[in-house]
């Protein structure tokens, strides 16, 4: 059941592959539920796996949980863990169980999606505990951010290309840590100087478009924040003839 392995902590690093998955995400413990709704946690030391997936003994247990459980960190999973066992020695004697952590809770969900077979509106997503909004738009009218301009704990935006009614309205999003936008809605708001500052990571979103003018909008985004330029090497040579 067990490999061998050295004794780890299990942390969110470990867990997030990167900000365009992680930023997606919202941590969140239903009041009954065993295991924290967390990445990773200090308190989650590793001792064995099953071949991908970590078990660990669990000293930061949920508001239903208690010290010493043991729980299995799944690997294709980036939030919450299973309640495997109460102890140690349950496992060695069998008695296992099963419990996910409890992400889901009485509270207006942290996480919504607007548009394609999603929420209708993005009115229908706006309470003050939003925190990622993701908005997607197929041969239909496009959004207005209006309604969620002033939410306290929105960090992730995300819309696809022709999404946004009106880009500049993303500038009113004053707490923003996390924005994905197509090439044109980038465009907007750097020809108006309204790229939010307080952005700790960005993505552009492209659909069927050359990839060189998107390169150079990224560019110009690094800038703004002092980082180094995507890198470009131009290469000559023969493909040879055209099939």
């Known amino acids: 059941m067990f490999g061998s392995r050295q004794t780890t902590v299990s942390t969110r690093r470990a867990r997030h592959p990167g900000w365009n998955l992680g930023s997606r995400r919202a941590d969140g413990t239903a ?14 030391i590793g001792f064995g796996g099953n071949g991908g997936d970590e078990f660990a003994v669990d000293l930061t247990p949920g508001p239903a949980g ?15 863990a299973e309640l ?5 020695t349950d496992v060695v004697l069998g008695r296992v169980r099963k419990e996910r952590g409890g992400l889901h809770t009485d509270r207006p969900p942290a996480v919504a999606g607007v ?28 959004f207005t951010l209006a309604p969620v301009v002033g939410l306290p704990r929105l960090r992730t935006l995300t819309a696809t290309p022709g999404a946004l009614a009106d ?3 993303v500038a009113a ?9 197509g090439a044109r809605e980038w465009r907007a708001l750097l020809d108006a100087g309204t790229v939010p500052r307080t952005l700790k990571a960005a993505a552009i979103s492209v659909r069927d478009q050359d990839h060189l003018p998107v390169v150079a909008i990224a560019n110009e985004i690094l800038a703004l924040y002092g980082r180094p330029p995507v890198p470009q090497t131009p290469l000559d040579g023969d493909l040879g003839p055209a099939s």
Request: a negative charge; hydrophobic letters at 45%.
């Open 31 to 44: 009041p009954g539920a065993s295991v924290q709704g967390l990445a990773g946690s200090p308190g989650w």
């Open 66 to 80: 208690h010290l010493g459980q043991i729980i299995l960190v799944d690997h294709e999973q980036s939030l919450g």
């Open 84 to 88: 495997v066992a109460d102890s140690l």
């Open 115 to 142: 548009g394609a077979g999603r929420l209708e509106s993005v009115r229908a997503a706006a309470h003050p505990a939003l925190e990622v909004l993701s908005i997607d738009v197929r041969d239909g009218t496009p």
């Open 167 to 169: 880009p500049l309205e």
């Open 173 to 181: 999003l004053t707490g923003l840590e996390f924005l994905e936008l």
